[in-house]
């Protein structure tokens, strides 16, 4: 039997390539639903739901997950800590693969960002991260730009909570300071999304920078995702899991 796959936020920019996603990977589509659908019929009626919608109705789907006993794949990102908890709580009872990005290239640069941040000392090198997307985006910084934060305080042996976060700088703002990981969010036009991680030492500046030309890479992402959380027992994973990367 062919695996049943629901989508959750279907009439969106993802929503309508991963329809045609699921059918180009041989799975079979088992509805969809938008903000006024039934999510509890739609988790009743599928192997695994693909979620691209926003945070809150990620937690709501991670809560519904668990209770229909299904896996889910999250891609919705601006999940606070509050809600965070709530699909860790969820991955308690059914597999939940929660990707930041989707696309390979993304996840070769989370396991380098962590490289880098382990070989770059913060009292040398200042980490900042620029990233661009289209101008519907409604969370910033965005959740990949987060996750190679986490990635370089991870590299650093800190969490990003502790070694902080330096956004939104305008004004008078005082010198940098030595450790806090610095963020730029930049939005306009029909940007598909592009992440540059750079550190900048007083005589040197090594950067490197991610480009999606079609968002498609995502949606192939999460279907692959999909395809593969379905076998998997309870538990919190990520695409670097999916892509054998971890
Ligand atoms: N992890 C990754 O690789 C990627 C993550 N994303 C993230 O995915 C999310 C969606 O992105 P995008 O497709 O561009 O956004 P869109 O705004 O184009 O689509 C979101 C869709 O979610 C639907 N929606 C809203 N509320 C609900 C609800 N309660 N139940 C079901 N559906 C609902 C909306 O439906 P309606 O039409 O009824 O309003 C809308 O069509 C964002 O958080 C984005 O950051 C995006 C790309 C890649
Ligand atoms: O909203 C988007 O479009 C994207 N969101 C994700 C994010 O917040 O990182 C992934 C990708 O950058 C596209």
């Not at 509890?40 to 739901?49: E, T």
């Not at 299904?70 to 709530?86: N, Y």
């Amino acid at each position: 039997m062919t695996l049943r796959i629901g989508i959750a936020g279907i009439s969106g920019r993802m929503g309508r390539l991963l329809q045609e996603e699921v059918a180009a990977a041989g799975g079979t589509l088992s509805g969809g639903i938008g903000r006024d659908g039934d999510a509890a019929a739609l988790f009743a009626g599928s192997d695994a739901v693909i979620d691209f919608t926003n945070a809150s109705t990620a937690e709501r789907h991670a809560g519904l997950a668990a209770e229909h006993g299904k896996a889910l794949i999250l891609g919705s990102s601006g999940l606070s800590a509050a809600q965070e908890t709530a699909v860790m709580a969820a991955a308690k009872h059914v597999p939940i693969v929660y990707a930041a990005n989707f696309a390979p290239g993304v996840n070769l640069l989370f396991a380098l960002a962590e490289r880098m941040g382990a070989a770059l000392p913060p009292e040398q090198y200042d980490a900042e991260i620029v990233e661009m997307h289209h101008r519907q985006k409604v969370d910033a910084p965005s959740g990949t730009a987060i996750g190679l934060g986490r990635a370089v305080a991870r590299g650093r042996g800190r969490t990003l909570e502790e070694v902080g976060m330096e956004s939104g700088r305008d004004g008078h703002t005082g010198a940098r300071a030595t450790g806090p990981i610095g963020f730029a969010a930049l939005r306009g036009g029909q940007v598909v999304g592009e992440h540059t991680l750079l550190f900048a030492a007083g005589s040197e500046q090594i950067a490197l920078t991610h480009r999606s030309f079609d968002r498609r890479v995502y949606a192939t992402g999460a279907v692959r995702a999909a395809q593969w959380a379905a076998g998997q027992p309870a538990g919190l994973y990520d695409m670097k899991h999916v892509l054998g990367m971890g």
